[in-house]
Structures are given as C-alpha cells and as structure tokens.
C-alpha cells in the first residue's frame, strides 16, 4: 500500500481482557518496528522484526506483550490481561533500505478501563 | 547506540528560521543522524538524514561538524504548520532505535 496501515486507530478494553493491534507495512518493506507512547513522553521501542524473525524482542515489558509478522507482511502485536499502565499509543514502522527511513503509521490507541 | 541529548522544548515566532541542536557525543563511525517531526495523534515523519557536512532538501538542511559529535536541524522561515515534535536519532542499519522525548517546537503567530 501507499503507507503504513494499523487497525484499530481506537481501542478502548476493560482491564484483564486480550486485545490484538494489527499492522500492514508498507508492500517490499522488510523491517517492520512497534513502538509505544504513552502521554507527552517519547517513543518506547517494543520489537523489530526482518523478515518473519524477531531479532530483537529485547523491548517488551512483560510476558504478556507478543509479536509475530506472517509472510513477511502483516504484524500483530497481542497484549494478554491488559492492565491500566498499558493504556497508550501503539505505533508501527515499516523501513527498506534506508538507514533509519522509517515510515510510521497513525498508531493505535489503546484505552484499557 | 550513540545517546542523543536535545533542548525539551524552544519557541519561535512566524517567518523566522529555527535552529535546533543535538549532542550526540559517542556517534560511531558507522552512524548516521536522522531527524524526524510528530505532529499529534500521527507518527513520527522522516524528515532529513545525513553522514557528515551540510544536507538540504526541500523541508529543512542538516548541519554536521567535523567531529560529528552534534548536528543542527534547521528549518527556513517556520509557519505555525511547523508547531510539532522533533527527534534526533544516531545509529546504523537495523537495530533498536530510541527516540526519547525529543524538542517541542512551538511556532507563536
């Protein structure tokens, strides 16, 4: 596609429930980001994925975030027994070739009440 | 991964040129400097990249000294437009990247 596509812009969920955020990169583009953001704060990084692998998976908080891309395409990014500190904004990137040419989509927000 | 150290916030009026500073005192040699703006509710936007010396596009122009040890961001005659986020990225290839809290622009009619 033209851009980076991520599903649902909003989410808002009850505490202890699972949610999934979905992500379509940008088609041909190999490295796919998820960061997160929380109020007034800058970019945490989660994981990056090339191809299918996870290479670093060193930024998820807890056992409870997880990751996959299939075909080396579509990511989702599932977080089990939400909490209340998870409420913020879920971004993903897609990058090909470039050094750090990242291009980021709207983002999720997730609400968790 | 090269620390990046940039003001939290700077204001500025209509039609003026704004100049914006990052240390990035352990850059590698393999390192480049990346810039990106964020407007509310959107993601982070590439904005310009460069290795070393002066870089200029159709946005903004990349300011690189000798040592690399910092780089200017500057934007020509800002518009209220121009009101966002700027983040200053070192590093290489693909890894982890940290944003940090980057610099508040405020551009004051």
């Known amino acids: 596609g033209a851009g980076v596509s991520q599903s649902p812009s909003n989410k808002v969920t009850e505490k202890g429930k699972d949610v999934e955020l979905r992500c379509d990169p940008i088609?041909?583009?190999?490295?796919l980001y998820w960061y997160r953001q929380s109020l007034g704060q800058g970019l945490e990084f989660l994981i990056y994925?090339?191809?299918?692998?996870?290479?670093?998976k060193s930024g998820l908080p807890s056992d409870r975030f997880s990751a996959e891309r299939t075909g080396g395409s579509v990511s989702t990014l599932t977080i089990q027994r939400t909490q209340q500190e998870d409420s913020a904004v879920y971004l993903c990137?897609?990058?090909?070739?470039?050094?750090?040419?990242?291009?980021f989509g709207s983002g999720t927000r997730l609400t968790v009440v | 991964l090269a620390k990046t150290t940039q003001p939290i916030s700077m204001d500025s009026y209509e039609g003026q040129e704004v100049n914006i500073t990052c240390s990035h005192n352990?850059?590698?040699?393999?390192?480049?400097i990346t810039w990106y703006q964020q407007f509310p509710s959107q993601g982070p936007r590439f904005i310009i990249q460069?290795?070393?010396t002066k870089v200029t596009n159709e946005v903004a122009s990349l300011f690189i000294p000798a040592d690399r040890k910092s780089s200017t961001l500057s934007l020509p005659r800002v518009s209220l437009s121009d009101t966002a986020v700027y983040y200053c990225?070192?590093?290489?290839?693909?890894?982890?990247?940290?944003f940090g809290i980057g610099t508040k622009l405020q551009v004051i009619p």
């Open positions: 990225l070192v590093g290489e290839g693909y890894q982890k990247v940290t």
């Open positions: 990137a897609s990058s090909q070739g470039q050094v750090h040419g990242y291009t």
């Open positions: 460069g290795y070393k």
């Open positions: 994925f090339q191809g299918n692998s996870a290479p670093d």
């Open positions: 352990n850059i590698a040699t393999n390192d480049y």
């Open positions: 088609s041909g583009h190999t490295a």
